[in-house]
């Protein structure tokens, strides 16, 4: 069982930046894929990025290419979310989540954090 939490939220206005981290325990020998998704107030949670668990293979939402940079650190367990030139519409609750495919549907990913708020103002 992986437990999975997310930290690093935050307000903040238009055009800065914050990282998102993520730290796994539990099973983490296994060689998951880490994927961020996130939920806006009133929609749908959609996907953001996923990396391989080597780090090497990574995939983006359109919505963020160019402005997110998803990575990881396997020694520390620890997945990222670099965020810069935020912009109100990427307000959100962010979850990172696991899975064994790096894939971009969430039903693919079993394991799920509690999310972390970010709250970009205009």
């Known amino acids: 069982q992986v437990q999975l939490v997310e930290s690093g939220g935050g307000l903040v206005q238009a055009g800065a930046s914050l990282r998102l981290s993520c730290v796994a325990s539990?099973?983490?020998?296994?060689?998951?894929?880490m994927a961020w998704f996130r939920q806006a107030p009133g929609k749908e949670r959609e996907f953001v990025a996923v990396i391989t668990w080597g780090g090497r293979g990574t995939s983006y939402a359109d919505s963020v290419k160019g402005r997110f940079t998803i990575s990881r650190d396997n020694a520390k367990n620890t997945v990222y979310l670099q965020m810069n030139s935020l912009k109100p519409e990427d307000t959100a609750v962010y979850y990172c989540?696991?899975?064994?495919?790096?894939?971009?549907?969430?039903?693919?990913?079993?394991?799920w954090g509690q999310g972390t708020q970010v709250t970009v103002s205009s």
């Open positions: 989540a696991a899975g064994a495919r790096p894939v971009e549907t969430q039903v693919d990913f079993p394991y």
């Open positions: 539990g099973g983490t020998d296994v060689g998951y894929a």
